[in-house]
């Protein structure tokens, strides 16, 4: 080969090493320089997505500037299978090393699902029917009174049958945990039929401190024989605890027949009528001490106690006044 040649061929080895390192030194700046997003963007990454298609929804929501060489980096850093699907919420402003990072780490959206106190099994599933980003199919059979209520975190894609199932786990753990420490001589001997007092309670207030004191009404009217009366328990029996009821119970109400109506029935229902939360739990398994056998919404969102039919009757008297001047 000739000096001259030589002299071109190592020209052209200068040419092509130089390009290819400017190529390597703006790929490294692009790659980490801030990207064009001036909002943090949420996008969901579907499993079985390819880098392309990845890139495809990154450069779809204004996140990748250069999607061919997001793509290149991955393949080449050898990070194509290390992708995970999901919900991610990606800053603004992230550059392209960010965004694969938080992809790779798999660092998805948390999302919160939050069950009140008092709920139905039939409510409670409907809810997790509905919630945003759950899949699959929601169970069916699931036990009155199963499902603890309190705020579930998931993310986009978990299945609604896992979801119910750490809902249920919940509950038995909870029932575990309380029902050895209970008080002594409760006139009822398994943790099903202290979860069905327990959801009468949720079912009768909403007022934390009374809990403990409606539990023991009711546990007095349990020892004495006497049925316990409970409204929430002929709504449950109307509806099959479907939903509310939409209206005011009548005389003819408190008369159906059904092992729910705790006005024709003595003791406690055959199951739950809601799921009950751990403070009316705790209320039924450590009742307040009291003498008092009656009560009756006071107009004020509580309720007026009683010891005897009398006193019982002229609190009523008052909340009927109330209610028809409410009315």
């Known amino acids: 080969m000739s000096r001259k040649a030589i002299r071109a061929l190592t020209l052209l080895l200068v040419v092509v090493v130089t390009a290819a390192a400017g190529m390597l030194v703006w790929g490294a700046a692009a790659f980490d320089a801030a990207g064009p997003t001036t909002e943090d963007?949420?996008?969901?990454?579907p499993r079985g997505s390819s880098v392309a298609q990845i890139s495809e929804i990154l450069e779809a929501r204004g996140i990748l500037s250069e999607p061919g060489l997001f793509q290149f980096v991955v393949r080449a850093s050898g990070q194509s299978k290390s992708l995970r699907a999901g919900e991610y919420m990606v800053p603004a402003r992230s550059s392209m090393r960010a965004v694969l990072d938080l992809v790779v780490r798999g660092d998805p959206v948390i999302r919160r699902l939050t069950l009140p106190e008092g709920l139905t099994t039939a409510e409670v599933?409907?809810?997790?029917a509905s919630a945003e980003g759950l899949d699959g199919a929601t169970p069916t059979g699931i036990a009155e009174g199963a499902l603890l209520p309190?705020?579930?975190?998931?993310?986009y894609g978990d299945a609604r049958a896992d979801v119910v199932a750490r809902m249920q786990r919940a509950m038995t753990?909870?029932?575990d945990d309380l029902w050895p420490a209970r008080s002594p001589d409760l006139p009822f001997t398994t943790p099903g039929q202290a979860l069905a007092l327990a959801s009468i309670v949720e079912k009768e207030t909403a007022v934390a401190d009374e809990r403990p004191r409606i539990a023991g009404v009711f546990i007095n009217r349990l020892r004495r024989g006497m049925r316990l009366q409970s409204d929430p328990t002929v709504v449950y029996a109307l509806t099959g605890g479907e939903g509310p009821l939409g209206r005011r119970l009548t005389r003819d109400d408190l008369a159906v027949d059904s092992p729910?109506?705790?006005y024709k029935?003595?003791?406690l229902p055959p199951t739950a009528i809601a799921n009950p939360g751990r403070a009316a739990l705790e209320a039924v398994l450590h009742p307040v001490a009291t003498d008092e056998l009656y009560f009756v919404a006071d107009g004020n969102g509580g309720h007026a106690f009683a010891r005897t039919l009398e006193e019982?009757?002229?609190?009523v008297r008052r909340w009927r006044q109330?209610?028809?001047q409410q009315n």
Not at 150 to 155: D, L, R, S
Not at 312 to 315: D, E, L
């Open 41 to 45: 963007a949420t996008i969901v990454l």
């Open 125 to 128: 599933l409907r809810l997790v």
């Open 150 to 155: 309190e705020t579930y975190h998931y993310a």
């Open 173 to 175: 753990d909870l029932v």
């Open 260 to 262: 729910f109506n705790t």
């Open 265 to 267: 029935v003595r003791g």
């Open 312 to 315: 019982h009757q002229r609190n």
């Open 322 to 324: 109330i209610r028809s």
